[in-house]
């Protein structure tokens, strides 16, 4: 069985650009959670998609977005990029929002901001 | 604000030696403690945690919540080099699946 999948695995941005991120989930699981980890960090939650709607937003700024399809893949989209934004972005799924669905994450793209 | 806290950050073994790992938080509407191993990329699950004292068991890793106390535990017994990793420890709050992460253990196990 497919795990998470992500793309691109590694990107080279300049600041100001934008950057469009995917996943696509476990097949099955409809939630898909963004996160961002910096080195030496835990990950820090930014979004959660469940059904194709917002269900959680972390403290993160409006540059940052994101939008989950019919069929529960997902992009994570960063505008005006900042040299601070380099950083691995991983993606998790679970079979619901909340409860006991674990969630199950992806290799992550390495995000450089030059 | 939720905050995890790990301990210790580091911890350096010799292959066969039993480590315990630490985890405490403090978070508003607590859902569960779960526990992932992170060695190159992804996170990879480990443990859900959802009631106190029940301790879950996967070969050679144990893991046990207190919820009276705020903290769980991860055993590792008879370590081998490829246990070597950082492992995260997360909770998760609210109804959305929002995990808090500690910043996590290091553990290197050398022969």
């Known amino acids: 069985d497919a795990g998470v999948t992500q793309s691109p695995t590694h990107l080279i941005k300049t600041r100001g650009q934008q950057v469009t991120l995917r996943c696509s989930p476990i097949s099955g699981h409809k939630s898909v959670s963004w996160y961002q980890q910096v080195l030496g960090q835990g990950p820090q939650f930014i979004f959660q998609y469940y059904e194709k709607e917002e269900r959680g937003r972390g403290n993160f700024p409006d540059r940052f977005s994101a939008r989950q399809f019919p069929n529960y893949s997902s992009e994570l989209n960063v505008n005006a990029l900042l040299l601070g934004d380099s950083a691995l972005y991983l993606c998790?799924?679970?079979?619901?929002?909340?409860?006991?669905?674990?969630?199950?994450f992806g290799n992550g793209t390495r995000l450089t901001v030059t | 604000e939720d905050k995890v806290v790990q301990s210790p950050l580091s911890l350096v073994v010799h292959e066969g030696d039993t480590v315990t790992l630490n985890c405490s938080y403090e978070v508003t509407n607590f859902r569960s403690l779960l526990w992932y191993k992170q060695e190159k990329k992804a996170p990879t699950f480990l443990f859900m945690l959802t009631s106190s004292g029940i301790e879950k068991k996967s070969g050679r890793l144990s893991s046990i919540l207190d919820k009276k106390e705020l903290f769980s535990i991860l055993n590792i017994t008879a370590t081998q080099t490829g246990d070597s990793a950082i492992y995260l420890c997360?909770?998760?709050?609210?109804?959305?699946?929002?995990?808090?992460f500690g910043t996590g253990t290091r553990l290197q196990v050398t022969l």
């Open positions: 998790a799924s679970s079979l619901t929002a909340g409860g006991n669905s674990p969630l199950h």
């Open positions: 997360a909770v998760e709050t609210g109804t959305a699946s929002k995990l808090t």
